[in-house]
């Protein structure tokens, strides 16, 4: 049973297609998902007015965000089909969002370690990954 095909209790906003839920589990105070109403797994098989409505959603509360706390977001959606089905892997498609101050909890837990991970681009690496587009 998909817990986003019947999220009622747990929609806070919605349009013609897409909900917006409070996550549970969440990251961080405010970490809202956006979801489409109709079970997709890849998000590519949205067709265009559940895509368009799923991003008026996610814009909807960047906008709150900025308004209310100020700063800024993150918006995440994360397509891993090799993990296994659990209480933080729900194979319906959905956007994470939630707030982001400057130097926040995210940035000492995760974001501040992330640096290290940068590199510059190599002319072949370059190339490699421009492949994987035609
Ligand atoms: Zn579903």
Redesign the pocket.
């Known amino acids: 049973m998909?817990?986003?095909?019947d999220p009622k209790d747990r929609v806070l906003k919605e349009n013609e297609y897409a909900y917006v839920l409070l996550s549970n589990p969440r990251k961080v105070e405010g970490h809202f998902l956006v979801i489409p109403k109709r079970?997709?797994e890849k998000p590519w098989e949205m067709n265009g007015e559940e895509a368009s409505a799923v991003m008026e959603l996610i814009f909807f509360v960047q906008k709150k965000f900025e308004q209310k706390l100020g700063g800024g977001s993150n918006v995440r959606e994360n397509y891993m089909p090799f993990l296994p089905q659990g209480r933080t892997k729900?194979?319906?498609v959905h956007y994470h969002v939630w707030p982001r101050q400057f130097e926040d909890r995210m940035y000492q837990l995760v974001d501040k370690h992330d640096k290290q991970l940068f590199e510059d681009l190599s002319e072949e690496e370059h190339d490699r990954a421009a492949k994987l587009l035609d």
């Open positions: 998909c817990p986003f095909c079970h997709v729900v194979n319906h």
